[in-house]
Protein backbone atom coordinates (compact mmCIF):
# COMPACT_ATOMS: atom_id res chain seq x y z
CA UNK A 1 0.00 0.00 0.00
CA UNK A 2 1.06 3.68 -0.89
CA UNK A 3 1.96 5.97 2.23
CA UNK A 4 0.00 8.59 3.38
CA UNK A 5 0.98 11.59 5.09
CA UNK A 6 -0.88 13.83 7.89
CA UNK A 7 -0.15 16.93 9.49
CA UNK A 8 -0.85 18.02 12.49
CA UNK A 9 -3.12 16.10 15.19
CA UNK A 10 -6.40 17.50 16.72
CA UNK A 11 -6.11 16.09 20.40
CA UNK A 12 -3.12 14.37 22.46
CA UNK A 13 -4.24 12.42 24.94
CA UNK A 14 -1.75 10.65 27.57
CA UNK A 15 0.61 8.54 24.82
CA UNK A 16 -2.74 8.69 22.75
CA UNK A 17 -2.95 11.45 19.52
CA UNK A 18 -6.06 11.58 17.34
CA UNK A 19 -6.02 12.54 13.70
CA UNK A 20 -9.61 13.76 12.08
CA UNK A 21 -10.38 13.66 8.52
CA UNK A 22 -8.07 10.62 7.48
CA UNK A 23 -8.77 7.70 5.17
CA UNK A 24 -7.20 4.89 4.34
CA UNK A 25 -5.73 4.10 7.08
CA UNK A 26 -5.76 0.19 8.72
CA UNK A 27 -6.00 -0.95 12.09
CA UNK A 28 -2.25 -1.81 13.79
CA UNK A 29 -0.84 0.12 10.94
CA UNK A 30 2.80 1.28 11.42
CA UNK A 31 3.57 5.00 11.51
CA UNK A 32 6.01 7.69 12.43
CA UNK A 33 5.07 11.13 13.71
CA UNK A 34 8.40 13.63 12.81
CA UNK A 35 8.77 16.27 15.21
CA UNK A 36 10.85 19.63 14.28
CA UNK A 37 13.96 19.21 15.15
CA UNK A 38 13.67 16.21 17.13
CA UNK A 39 13.88 12.28 16.10
CA UNK A 40 10.74 10.86 14.47
CA UNK A 41 8.77 8.51 17.01
CA UNK A 42 7.07 5.20 16.26
CA UNK A 43 3.62 4.07 16.58
CA UNK A 44 0.63 2.52 15.50
CA UNK A 45 -2.95 2.62 14.95
CA UNK A 46 -5.06 1.77 17.58
CA UNK A 47 -8.79 2.52 16.63
CA UNK A 48 -10.47 3.67 13.46
CA UNK A 49 -14.12 5.87 13.73
CA UNK A 50 -14.59 6.83 10.27
CA UNK A 51 -12.78 8.99 9.59
CA UNK A 52 -10.64 9.58 13.26
CA UNK A 53 -7.47 7.53 14.01
CA UNK A 54 -5.99 7.06 17.11
CA UNK A 55 -2.67 6.43 17.70
CA UNK A 56 -0.46 4.96 19.79
CA UNK A 57 3.06 6.44 20.34
CA UNK A 58 5.36 3.86 21.89
CA UNK A 59 8.18 6.95 23.21
CA UNK A 60 5.27 9.26 24.45
CA UNK A 61 3.89 12.12 24.14
CA UNK A 62 5.79 14.46 25.39
CA UNK A 63 7.16 17.95 24.42
CA UNK A 64 5.11 17.53 21.08
CA UNK A 65 3.66 20.43 19.73
CA UNK A 66 0.08 19.11 17.87
CA UNK A 67 0.40 22.17 14.92
CA UNK A 68 3.71 21.04 13.88
CA UNK A 69 3.84 17.68 13.61
CA UNK A 70 3.40 15.12 10.16
CA UNK A 71 2.78 11.75 10.47
CA UNK A 72 3.62 8.97 8.07
CA UNK A 73 1.24 5.87 7.65
CA UNK A 74 3.53 2.88 5.66
CA UNK A 75 0.35 1.32 5.03
CA UNK A 76 1.95 -2.19 6.98
CA UNK A 77 2.56 -3.36 10.29
CA UNK A 78 5.37 -3.13 12.43
CA UNK A 79 8.28 -5.35 10.95
CA UNK A 80 11.77 -6.23 13.17
CA UNK A 81 14.97 -7.49 11.26
CA UNK A 82 16.05 -10.74 12.07
CA UNK A 83 19.31 -12.22 12.17
CA UNK A 84 21.52 -15.11 14.08
CA UNK A 85 24.13 -12.02 14.84
CA UNK A 86 21.45 -11.08 16.80
CA UNK A 87 22.65 -13.48 19.72
CA UNK A 88 25.13 -12.11 22.04
CA UNK A 89 23.31 -8.66 21.68
CA UNK A 90 21.24 -6.34 23.90
CA UNK A 91 18.25 -4.40 22.16
CA UNK A 92 15.52 -1.96 23.37
CA UNK A 93 12.12 -2.75 22.39
CA UNK A 94 12.31 -1.06 19.33
CA UNK A 95 14.94 -3.10 18.04
CA UNK A 96 17.53 -0.45 18.76
CA UNK A 97 21.16 -1.33 19.99
CA UNK A 98 21.40 -0.73 23.68
CA UNK A 99 25.24 -2.35 23.80
CA UNK A 100 27.61 -0.01 21.48
CA UNK A 101 27.61 -1.77 18.67
CA UNK A 102 25.93 -1.20 15.27
CA UNK A 103 22.20 -1.77 14.38
CA UNK A 104 21.19 -5.37 12.80
CA UNK A 105 20.25 -4.55 9.12
CA UNK A 106 19.33 -7.91 7.28
CA UNK A 107 17.87 -9.27 4.23
CA UNK A 108 15.41 -10.97 6.86
CA UNK A 109 12.48 -8.86 8.67
CA UNK A 110 9.25 -10.11 10.50
CA UNK A 111 6.02 -8.57 11.49
CA UNK A 112 6.46 -8.65 15.00
CA UNK A 113 2.74 -9.33 15.55
CA UNK A 114 3.96 -13.31 14.60
CA UNK A 115 1.44 -15.55 12.53
CA UNK A 116 -1.14 -18.15 14.23
CA UNK A 117 -0.17 -21.85 14.88
CA UNK A 118 -2.08 -23.95 13.24
CA UNK A 119 -3.31 -25.98 16.27
CA UNK A 120 -3.30 -29.08 13.94
CA UNK A 121 0.71 -28.34 13.15
CA UNK A 122 1.30 -28.25 16.67
CA UNK A 123 3.54 -31.64 18.04
CA UNK A 124 3.04 -32.31 21.45
CA UNK A 125 5.78 -30.88 23.79
CA UNK A 126 8.47 -33.64 24.94
CA UNK A 127 11.93 -33.98 25.81
CA UNK A 128 13.37 -31.73 28.85
CA UNK A 129 15.12 -28.69 29.50
CA UNK A 130 16.93 -28.90 32.43
CA UNK A 131 17.85 -25.57 34.69
CA UNK A 132 20.17 -26.77 36.74
CA UNK A 133 17.90 -26.54 39.37
CA UNK A 134 16.37 -29.40 41.55
CA UNK A 135 13.05 -28.33 42.98
CA UNK A 136 12.22 -27.76 39.03
CA UNK A 137 14.25 -30.22 37.25
CA UNK A 138 12.92 -33.32 39.41
CA UNK A 139 10.03 -32.15 41.27
CA UNK A 140 8.18 -29.65 38.04
CA UNK A 141 10.40 -30.56 35.03
CA UNK A 142 10.26 -27.82 32.14
CA UNK A 143 9.53 -29.45 29.08
CA UNK A 144 10.44 -28.39 25.31
CA UNK A 145 7.77 -26.38 23.48
CA UNK A 146 6.06 -25.67 27.54
CA UNK A 147 4.86 -22.63 28.53
CA UNK A 148 5.66 -22.59 32.27
CA UNK A 149 5.14 -19.17 34.34
CA UNK A 150 6.97 -18.30 37.84
CA UNK A 151 4.33 -16.28 40.39
CA UNK A 152 6.92 -14.27 42.75
CA UNK A 153 5.77 -11.97 44.70
CA UNK A 154 7.27 -8.35 46.14
CA UNK A 155 10.90 -8.86 47.19
CA UNK A 156 11.01 -12.40 46.40
CA UNK A 157 14.38 -13.32 44.25
CA UNK A 158 12.75 -13.74 41.36
CA UNK A 159 15.58 -11.54 39.39
CA UNK A 160 18.30 -14.14 41.20
CA UNK A 161 16.21 -16.97 40.03
CA UNK A 162 16.25 -16.11 36.52
CA UNK A 163 19.39 -14.63 35.92
CA UNK A 164 20.51 -18.65 37.61
CA UNK A 165 17.94 -20.28 34.81
CA UNK A 166 19.52 -17.96 31.91
CA UNK A 167 23.00 -19.46 32.93
CA UNK A 168 22.58 -22.74 33.78
CA UNK A 169 20.01 -23.72 31.08
CA UNK A 170 21.31 -26.41 29.00
CA UNK A 171 19.48 -29.21 26.58
CA UNK A 172 20.27 -32.43 25.23
CA UNK A 173 21.06 -32.73 21.75
CA UNK A 174 18.15 -34.39 20.02
CA UNK A 175 17.89 -35.79 16.02
CA UNK A 176 21.45 -34.19 16.22
CA UNK A 177 20.51 -30.79 16.83
CA UNK A 178 22.06 -29.33 19.50
CA UNK A 179 22.15 -25.68 18.69
CA UNK A 180 19.90 -23.51 21.46
CA UNK A 181 19.85 -20.06 22.54
CA UNK A 182 17.82 -17.82 25.27
CA UNK A 183 15.67 -14.85 24.46
CA UNK A 184 15.09 -12.27 27.28
CA UNK A 185 12.20 -10.03 27.18
CA UNK A 186 12.91 -7.65 30.55
CA UNK A 187 9.77 -5.44 30.81
CA UNK A 188 9.70 -2.36 33.18
CA UNK A 189 13.29 -3.28 34.46
CA UNK A 190 14.77 -0.62 37.00
CA UNK A 191 17.95 0.63 35.95
CA UNK A 192 20.03 -1.71 39.30
CA UNK A 193 18.12 -4.87 37.48
CA UNK A 194 19.39 -4.48 33.89
CA UNK A 195 23.12 -3.67 34.78
CA UNK A 196 22.76 -6.96 37.48
CA UNK A 197 21.32 -8.97 34.34
CA UNK A 198 24.23 -6.90 32.19
CA UNK A 199 26.87 -7.91 34.72
CA UNK A 200 25.87 -11.49 35.14
CA UNK A 201 25.26 -12.05 31.30
CA UNK A 202 28.93 -10.84 30.51
CA UNK A 203 30.82 -12.14 33.55
CA UNK A 204 29.32 -15.70 33.02
CA UNK A 205 29.93 -15.96 29.42
CA UNK A 206 26.20 -16.12 29.17
CA UNK A 207 25.61 -13.25 26.95
CA UNK A 208 26.47 -15.23 23.90
CA UNK A 209 23.46 -17.32 23.64
CA UNK A 210 21.32 -14.51 24.76
CA UNK A 211 19.16 -11.58 22.73
CA UNK A 212 18.31 -9.40 25.42
CA UNK A 213 15.17 -7.08 24.55
CA UNK A 214 15.46 -4.33 27.30
CA UNK A 215 12.25 -1.91 28.26
CA UNK A 216 13.58 0.25 31.35
CA UNK A 217 10.83 1.39 34.41
CA UNK A 218 12.02 4.85 32.96
CA UNK A 219 10.95 4.20 29.21
CA UNK A 220 7.42 4.80 28.07
CA UNK A 221 4.73 1.98 28.81
CA UNK A 222 3.57 2.02 25.53
CA UNK A 223 7.20 0.46 24.43
CA UNK A 224 6.60 -2.16 26.80
CA UNK A 225 3.55 -3.55 24.59
CA UNK A 226 6.44 -3.76 22.01
CA UNK A 227 8.92 -6.13 24.28
CA UNK A 228 7.09 -9.65 24.52
CA UNK A 229 6.38 -9.23 20.59
CA UNK A 230 10.14 -8.45 19.68
CA UNK A 231 11.20 -10.99 21.26
CA UNK A 232 8.92 -13.50 20.39
CA UNK A 233 9.29 -12.86 16.79
CA UNK A 234 13.32 -13.02 16.99
CA UNK A 235 12.39 -16.49 18.83
CA UNK A 236 10.24 -17.46 15.85
CA UNK A 237 12.83 -16.59 13.27
CA UNK A 238 15.91 -18.54 15.00
CA UNK A 239 13.27 -21.39 16.00
CA UNK A 240 11.15 -21.88 12.76
CA UNK A 241 14.16 -20.49 10.30
CA UNK A 242 17.31 -21.08 11.91
CA UNK A 243 16.33 -24.43 13.93
CA UNK A 244 17.70 -23.14 17.50
CA UNK A 245 15.59 -24.61 19.99
CA UNK A 246 14.45 -21.34 22.28
CA UNK A 247 13.77 -20.55 25.48
CA UNK A 248 12.15 -17.33 26.33
CA UNK A 249 12.03 -15.50 29.43
CA UNK A 250 9.59 -12.67 29.90
CA UNK A 251 9.69 -10.62 32.61
CA UNK A 252 7.29 -9.14 33.93
CA UNK A 253 4.13 -9.56 33.17
CA UNK A 254 2.42 -7.82 35.56
CA UNK A 255 4.55 -4.63 34.34
CA UNK A 256 3.12 -5.25 31.13
CA UNK A 257 -0.50 -5.97 32.07
CA UNK A 258 -0.30 -2.83 34.02
CA UNK A 259 0.60 -0.91 30.55
CA UNK A 260 -2.38 -2.26 29.01
CA UNK A 261 -4.51 -0.84 31.38
CA UNK A 262 -2.73 1.97 31.07
CA UNK A 263 -3.29 2.67 27.65
CA UNK A 264 -6.94 1.38 27.34
CA UNK A 265 -7.72 3.92 30.32
CA UNK A 266 -5.86 6.40 27.82
CA UNK A 267 -8.59 4.80 25.48
CA UNK A 268 -11.78 4.75 27.27
CA UNK A 269 -12.39 1.35 27.00
CA UNK A 270 -14.96 -0.46 29.46
CA UNK A 271 -12.81 -1.34 32.51
CA UNK A 272 -13.18 -5.22 34.28
CA UNK A 273 -12.08 -6.65 37.15
CA UNK A 274 -9.26 -4.46 38.81
CA UNK A 275 -9.44 -1.73 36.16
CA UNK A 276 -7.74 -4.22 33.90
CA UNK A 277 -9.31 -4.37 30.02
CA UNK A 278 -11.73 -6.83 29.00
CA UNK A 279 -9.39 -8.01 26.21
CA UNK A 280 -6.67 -8.98 28.40
CA UNK A 281 -6.98 -12.93 28.69
CA UNK A 282 -7.08 -12.87 24.87
CA UNK A 283 -4.11 -10.39 24.89
CA UNK A 284 -2.07 -12.79 26.71
CA UNK A 285 -3.15 -15.61 25.07
CA UNK A 286 -1.74 -14.15 21.79
CA UNK A 287 1.79 -13.85 23.05
CA UNK A 288 1.83 -17.02 25.48
CA UNK A 289 0.41 -18.93 22.37
CA UNK A 290 3.27 -18.35 19.90
CA UNK A 291 5.58 -20.93 21.82
CA UNK A 292 5.35 -24.53 20.98
CA UNK A 293 6.75 -26.83 19.17
CA UNK A 294 5.80 -27.06 14.72
CA UNK A 295 5.28 -30.24 12.59
CA UNK A 296 7.90 -30.36 9.79
CA UNK A 297 10.12 -28.09 12.33
CA UNK A 298 13.61 -28.83 13.93
CA UNK A 299 13.59 -26.39 16.31
CA UNK A 300 11.16 -25.32 19.35
CA UNK A 301 10.22 -22.43 21.28
CA UNK A 302 9.79 -22.80 25.35
CA UNK A 303 8.44 -19.87 27.73
CA UNK A 304 8.80 -18.89 30.84
CA UNK A 305 6.52 -15.69 31.95
CA UNK A 306 7.42 -13.89 35.44
CA UNK A 307 5.05 -12.77 36.89
CA UNK A 308 4.47 -10.68 40.33
CA UNK A 309 1.43 -11.50 42.58
CA UNK A 310 -0.04 -8.13 44.20
CA UNK A 311 0.00 -8.76 47.52
CA UNK A 312 1.36 -12.23 47.06
CA UNK A 313 -2.88 -13.01 45.59
CA UNK A 314 -2.68 -15.60 43.18
CA UNK A 315 -6.25 -14.88 42.34
CA UNK A 316 -5.38 -11.41 41.26
CA UNK A 317 -6.63 -11.39 37.21
CA UNK A 318 -2.86 -11.54 36.10
CA UNK A 319 -1.97 -14.63 37.44
CA UNK A 320 -5.33 -15.82 37.05
CA UNK A 321 -5.58 -15.65 33.29
CA UNK A 322 -1.95 -17.01 33.05
CA UNK A 323 -2.60 -20.23 35.24
CA UNK A 324 -5.55 -20.44 32.54
CA UNK A 325 -3.48 -20.36 29.65
CA UNK A 326 -0.07 -22.26 30.71
CA UNK A 327 0.66 -25.33 31.57
CA UNK A 328 1.40 -24.83 34.79
CA UNK A 329 3.56 -22.62 37.56
CA UNK A 330 6.20 -22.19 39.69
CA UNK A 331 5.38 -20.09 42.78
CA UNK A 332 8.14 -18.77 44.48
CA UNK A 333 7.35 -18.70 48.48
CA UNK A 334 7.56 -15.97 51.08
CA UNK A 335 8.21 -18.10 54.25
CA UNK A 336 10.81 -20.04 52.95
CA UNK A 337 12.84 -16.56 51.90
CA UNK A 338 12.30 -15.16 55.30
CA UNK A 339 14.28 -18.57 56.31
CA UNK A 340 17.03 -17.58 53.78
CA UNK A 341 16.24 -20.91 51.60
CA UNK A 342 17.14 -20.46 48.14
CA UNK A 343 15.37 -20.59 45.60
CA UNK A 344 12.09 -20.51 47.95
CA UNK A 345 10.09 -22.53 45.11
CA UNK A 346 6.73 -23.93 46.96
CA UNK A 347 7.37 -27.42 45.52
CA UNK A 348 3.70 -28.69 46.57
CA UNK A 349 2.02 -25.52 45.14
CA UNK A 350 4.07 -25.55 42.08
CA UNK A 351 2.99 -27.36 38.96
CA UNK A 352 4.05 -28.74 36.23
CA UNK A 353 1.35 -30.44 34.05
CA UNK A 354 3.48 -31.40 31.07
CA UNK A 355 6.18 -32.85 33.49
CA UNK A 356 5.16 -36.84 32.85
CA UNK A 357 6.25 -36.21 28.83
CA UNK A 358 9.55 -35.24 29.20
CA UNK A 359 10.99 -37.57 32.12
CA UNK A 360 11.96 -41.35 32.70
CA UNK A 361 13.44 -43.16 30.74
CA UNK A 362 14.72 -41.99 27.22
CA UNK A 363 14.79 -38.70 28.94
CA UNK A 364 15.78 -38.08 32.13
CA UNK A 365 15.93 -41.66 33.86
CA UNK A 366 13.57 -44.50 35.10
CA UNK A 367 13.63 -43.89 38.41
CA UNK A 368 12.52 -40.10 38.12
CA UNK A 369 8.39 -39.89 37.64
CA UNK A 370 8.81 -42.83 40.73
CA UNK A 371 11.55 -40.81 42.92
CA UNK A 372 9.54 -37.59 42.50
CA UNK A 373 6.25 -39.24 43.43
CA UNK A 374 7.75 -40.45 46.27
CA UNK A 375 9.64 -36.81 47.08
CA UNK A 376 5.98 -35.13 46.75
CA UNK A 377 4.37 -37.35 49.00
CA UNK A 378 6.98 -38.08 51.97
CA UNK A 379 7.50 -33.96 51.73
CA UNK A 380 3.51 -33.41 52.01
CA UNK A 381 3.53 -36.08 55.15
CA UNK A 382 6.28 -34.10 56.91
CA UNK A 383 4.31 -30.61 56.76
CA UNK A 384 1.32 -32.43 58.13
CA UNK A 385 3.66 -33.25 60.94
CA UNK A 386 4.62 -29.82 61.11
CA UNK A 387 1.56 -28.40 61.40
CA UNK A 388 0.40 -30.96 64.12
CA UNK A 389 3.24 -30.21 66.23
CA UNK A 390 2.17 -26.41 66.13
CA UNK A 391 -0.84 -27.59 67.76
CA UNK A 392 0.21 -30.38 70.51
CA UNK A 393 4.06 -29.75 70.38
CA UNK A 394 7.08 -31.47 68.83
CA UNK A 395 8.04 -33.27 71.74
CA UNK A 396 4.56 -34.98 71.63
CA UNK A 397 4.94 -36.42 67.87
CA UNK A 398 5.44 -40.36 67.75
CA UNK A 399 8.58 -41.94 66.28
CA UNK A 400 7.25 -42.02 62.76
CA UNK A 401 6.04 -38.55 63.04
CA UNK A 402 9.38 -37.31 64.01
CA UNK A 403 10.81 -38.98 61.43
CA UNK A 404 8.70 -37.54 58.67
CA UNK A 405 8.94 -33.86 60.36
CA UNK A 406 12.83 -33.80 60.14
CA UNK A 407 12.62 -35.50 56.58
CA UNK A 408 10.56 -31.86 55.52
CA UNK A 409 13.20 -30.27 57.48
CA UNK A 410 16.25 -31.76 55.37
CA UNK A 411 14.05 -31.83 52.76
CA UNK A 412 14.43 -27.63 52.48
CA UNK A 413 17.58 -27.25 53.75
CA UNK A 414 19.43 -29.32 51.39
CA UNK A 415 16.93 -30.18 48.30
CA UNK A 416 15.33 -27.06 47.87
CA UNK A 417 18.14 -24.87 49.51
CA UNK A 418 21.27 -25.18 46.80
CA UNK A 419 21.79 -21.60 46.54
CA UNK A 420 23.62 -20.48 43.12
CA UNK A 421 24.97 -23.62 42.66
CA UNK A 422 24.36 -25.88 39.54
CA UNK A 423 23.23 -29.42 39.51
CA UNK A 424 22.94 -31.53 36.71
CA UNK A 425 19.12 -34.00 36.54
CA UNK A 426 21.57 -36.84 38.01
CA UNK A 427 22.70 -35.15 41.31
CA UNK A 428 19.13 -33.38 41.95
CA UNK A 429 17.64 -37.28 41.47
CA UNK A 430 20.66 -39.07 43.77
CA UNK A 431 20.23 -36.30 46.50
CA UNK A 432 16.63 -37.17 46.94
CA UNK A 433 16.93 -40.58 46.92
CA UNK A 434 19.70 -39.79 49.65
CA UNK A 435 17.32 -38.20 51.85
CA UNK A 436 14.85 -40.78 51.20
CA UNK A 437 17.34 -43.50 52.55
CA UNK A 438 15.73 -41.66 55.90
CA UNK A 439 12.79 -42.73 56.17
CA UNK A 440 11.40 -45.98 56.97
CA UNK A 441 10.51 -48.47 54.48
CA UNK A 442 6.92 -48.64 55.22
CA UNK A 443 7.23 -45.33 53.93
CA UNK A 444 8.28 -45.83 50.64
CA UNK A 445 4.80 -46.36 48.71
CA UNK A 446 5.24 -44.84 45.15
CA UNK A 447 8.47 -46.84 44.21
CA UNK A 448 8.83 -49.95 43.67
CA UNK A 449 10.90 -52.82 45.56
CA UNK A 450 13.65 -52.98 42.26
CA UNK A 451 14.17 -49.02 42.82
CA UNK A 452 14.33 -49.50 46.75
CA UNK A 453 17.10 -51.79 46.09
CA UNK A 454 18.95 -50.36 43.62
CA UNK A 455 19.10 -46.74 44.86
CA UNK A 456 18.05 -46.55 48.74
CA UNK A 457 21.74 -46.50 50.50
CA UNK A 458 21.93 -49.75 52.58
CA UNK A 459 22.74 -50.16 56.46
CA UNK A 460 26.22 -48.38 57.41
CA UNK A 461 26.43 -46.33 54.00
CA UNK A 462 26.97 -42.90 54.05
CA UNK A 463 23.38 -40.86 54.64
CA UNK A 464 22.46 -37.32 54.40
Given at each position: MARINVKGVSEIRGPLIVIENVSGIRMGEYLEVKLKGKPSRKGRVLAIEEERVIILLYQGTYEIDKDQIETEFFGRTMQLFVSEDMIGRIFN???EPLD?????YSDEYRDINGSPINPTSRIYPKDYIETGISSIDSMNTLVRGQKLPIFTGAGLPNNRLIGQIVKQARIAEIDGNKKFAIVFGAMGLTMDDYIYFQRLFEETGTLNKVVMFTNLASDSAAERLLTPRVALTTAEYLAFDKDYHVLVILSDITNYCQALREI???LETVP???GFPGYMYSDL???YERAGIIED???SITLIANLTMPNDDITHPIADLTGYITEGQIILDRSLHNRGIYPPIDVLGSLSRLMKDGIGEGFTRKDHPSLSNQLYASY???????????VIGRKELNRLDQILYEFADKFEEIYINQGDTYRNIESSLNIGWSLLSNLPESELTKVSRELIDEHILKEGGDSV
Open positions: SLGGLPSISVSSRKAAISQGAEGLDKRKLAE
